[in-house]
């Protein structure tokens, strides 16, 4: 089970920071990705991270703006999100896999086995 949470309402160019948690377990050994999914679009990669922590991956409408990162404990993962824009609200998703490669990322969403249950940013302009 995963949790995401941190998601509100926020004014365009402010600031929110996600967390996604493991419910009875650590992240060791999973590679986790943020998705979002906003009203009548098809969910999106926004940002992937390895489970050691060092390769990281951002869609071109978040880079620079969001950092994926977790925690030296492996037990939550987090998004950054600053300079945030309109278009940046949905519904946002953290995902986790177990994968053998600690160097290794997910981009798609189909390759990952555990789901959170969604945290609602919302941007006004």
């Known amino acids: 089970q995963l949790q995401a949470s941190g998601g509100g309402l926020v004014q365009a160019g402010g600031s929110l920071r996600l967390s996604c948690a493991a419910s009875g377990r650590t992240f060791s050994r999973y590679a986790v990705g943020w998705f979002r999914q906003a009203a009548g679009k098809e969910r999106e990669s926004v940002a992937a991270i390895s489970w050691s922590g060092i390769n990281t991956y951002y869609a071109d409408s978040v880079k620079g703006r969001f950092t994926i990162s977790r925690d030296r404990a492996k037990t939550t993962v987090y998004l950054q999100m600053n300079s945030l824009k309109p278009e940046d609200t949905a519904v946002y998703y953290c995902?986790?896999?177990?994968?053998?490669?600690?160097?290794?990322?997910?981009?798609?969403?189909?390759?990952?086995?555990?789901w959170g249950q969604g945290t609602l940013v919302t941007v006004s302009s």
């Open positions: 995902a986790a896999v177990w994968t053998s490669n600690s160097y290794y990322y997910i981009i798609l969403a189909n390759e990952y086995d555990y």
